[in-house]
């Protein structure tokens, strides 16, 4: 049961009125990160590496000692898509002071559509600061100043 207990988890017990080992069963364990970058977000703003300590605790090693935070705080803002489904024929950004790392995952000519989950955002950027709060603030200015330019759909 260690192990379940020190990484990411989803784990099913069994316990019944008849239960004669005198503890519950394990009837399923999921060891496993999470997605959407947050195994980024938990790196940078504690060291923790969570896809080692997964491992790991799938291995039954112990964990490799984690670096020092890169910061106090970390958070993502998501560029989301245009309501209107089209194709993106360009992208600008608008500076922004702080920490920040960008992602996209649409470039021109890429397609556009409504937004139904994550996979259908354009990209993303993740900023630092001394608080969850200023770090958000970052994220979310920069994300604000992105400007899409897209082609209706034909």
Known sequence: ????????????????????????????????????????LVELATGQDQYEHAIAALLGTASVRSPAPAAPAAAISCVAPPPTPGT??????TPVDGDLRWNFDRMPGSALSELRSSEDRVGYAIALGATPAEAMETAAKATAGVNLQVSPAP
Do not use: Y
């Open 1 to 40: 049961m260690e192990a379940v207990s020190s990484a990411g988890r989803h784990t099913v017990l069994a316990i019944t009125a008849k239960q004669t080992t005198g503890s519950p069963v394990v009837i399923e364990t999921h060891a496993r990160v999470g997605g959407d970058c947050i195994p980024e």
């Open 88 to 93: 993106l024929t360009g992208l600008a950004l």
